[in-house]
Nanobody, 124 residues
Framework: QVHLVESGGGLVQAGGSLRLSCAAS??????????MGWFRQAPGKEREFVAV????????YYADSVKGRFTISRDNAKITVYLQMNSLKPEDTAVYYC???????????????WGQGTQVTVSS
């Protein structure tokens, strides 16, 4: 069984920063062989792609809405993926989920494992 556990969410003012973490575990889960992505879902909206990083960390993609403000990174030794979020805006408010896929994809349906999510609220 695979567990992805997000942390680091909270309430922040517009213009502020947060760093999300996602720790992975599981006897049959080789973290370093999976691309790791972040998605978010705001109330009443579809879950949308935010960022993804390849298993080596050499490739990353971002949604246009977060490009230049968010940075995804990973530490395979710590079995953790991060999302550094700067210059936060009220429209970034959502539940943020990490997920694991075979490759660095933006497609939600290509992710095999999901965390439970962490709430990020940005006040204006």
């Amino acid at each position: 069984q695979v567990h992805l556990v997000e942390s680091g969410g909270g309430l922040v003012q517009a213009g502020g920063s947060l760093r999300l973490s996602c720790a992975a575990s599981g006897r049959t889960f080789t973290f370093s062989r999976y691309a790791m992505g972040w998605f978010r879902q705001a109330p009443g909206k579809e879950r949308e792609f935010v960022a993804v990083i390849s298993w080596t960390g050499g490739i990353s993609y971002y949604a246009d809405s977060v490009k230049g403000r968010f940075t995804i990174s990973r530490d395979n030794a710590k079995i953790t993926v991060y999302l550094q979020m700067n210059s936060l805006k009220p429209e970034d408010t959502a539940v943020y989920y990490c997920a694991a896929a075979a490759g660095p994809t933006k497609r939600r349906d290509e992710y095999d494992y999901w965390g439970q999510g962490t709430q990020v609220t940005v006040s204006s």
